[in-house]
């Protein structure tokens, strides 16, 4: 049974960055996309951006456009979510999850759903 | 950006009774790459629902989907008090993969 497991809770200051790890246990890498979905308190699901190993592409909702950074290292199966110039508005659980590459066309990947998803990370900016 | 709208806000029903859930997609998702997903509190999502159609893995048959390009739902035919829940639809046709503001089922 593959598991996703994500590093622990973490508190940050504002103007800081934060770093999640997702590392995949149990199943296969290459042949998925780590998505990265945050849940603010109290509030729904926000895709950020996406990341295929296999063709080392990455695509960023466009708010997140510039501060996110998103990277695979494939040796040790783990996914990472980087984000820089946190706000208070960062405070949220931030998951890993991931979805079967279906094909790729030219540089793009076609996913499918979100299958498997990490337990979540709480972080919380605050001075 | 595909914007996706789920309603109602909010169902309450009684174990047993059917519960129908809508999602509306601002444009045309290609190969019905829609998926609906149950969040239970303090819990990461699950998926239930790919394809707009296909019950994944473990779901149990009283959970089922439909619909088309533009237009989906979700029905719970016989409420569990374990269905309490929230529930996401998500189309994942396009890399920004939104999903929708959810909606909250309780159990009377």
């Known amino acids: 049974q593959v598991q996703l497991v994500q590093s622990g809770a973490e508190v940050k200051k504002p103007g800081s960055s934060l770093r999640v790890s997702c590392q995949v246990s149990?199943?296969?890498?290459?042949?998925?996309?780590f998505n990265w979905v945050r849940q603010a308190p109290g509030q729904g699901l926000e895709l950020m951006g996406r990341i295929a190993p296999i063709v080392g592409r990455t695509n960023y909702a466009q708010r997140f456009q510039g501060r996110v950074t998103m990277t695979a290292v494939r040796s040790t199966g783990t996914a990472y979510m980087e984000m820089n110039g946190l706000t208070s508005d960062d405070t949220a659980v931030y998951y890993c999850?991931?979805?079967?590459?279906?094909?790729?066309?030219?540089?793009?990947?076609?996913?499918?759903?979100?299958?498997?998803w990490g337990q979540g990370t709480l972080v919380t900016v605050s001075s | 950006e595909i914007v996706l709208t789920q309603s109602p806000g909010t169902l309450s029903l009684s174990p047993g009774e059917k519960a129908t859930l809508s999602c509306r997609a601002s444009?045309?998702?290609?190969?019905?790459?829609l998926a609906w997903y149950q969040q239970k509190p303090g819990q990461a999502p699950r998926l239930l629902i790919y394809?707009?159609?296909s019950r994944a893995t473990g779901i149990p048959d009283r959970f089922s989907g439909r619909g088309s390009a533009t237009e989906l739902t979700l029905t719970i035919s016989r409420l569990e008090s374990e269905d309490s829940a929230v529930y996401y639809c998500?189309?994942?046709?396009?890399?920004?993969?939104?999903f929708g503001q959810g909606t909250k089922v309780e159990i009377k």
């Open positions: 149990g199943g296969t890498f290459n042949t998925h996309i």
């Open positions: 394809g707009a159609s």
């Open positions: 444009q045309s998702v290609s190969n019905s790459q």
């Open positions: 999850a991931r979805a079967p590459l279906v094909t790729v066309i030219g540089v793009v990947a076609v996913q499918g759903p979100l299958e498997s």
């Open positions: 998500q189309q994942y046709g396009t890399s920004s993969g939104t």
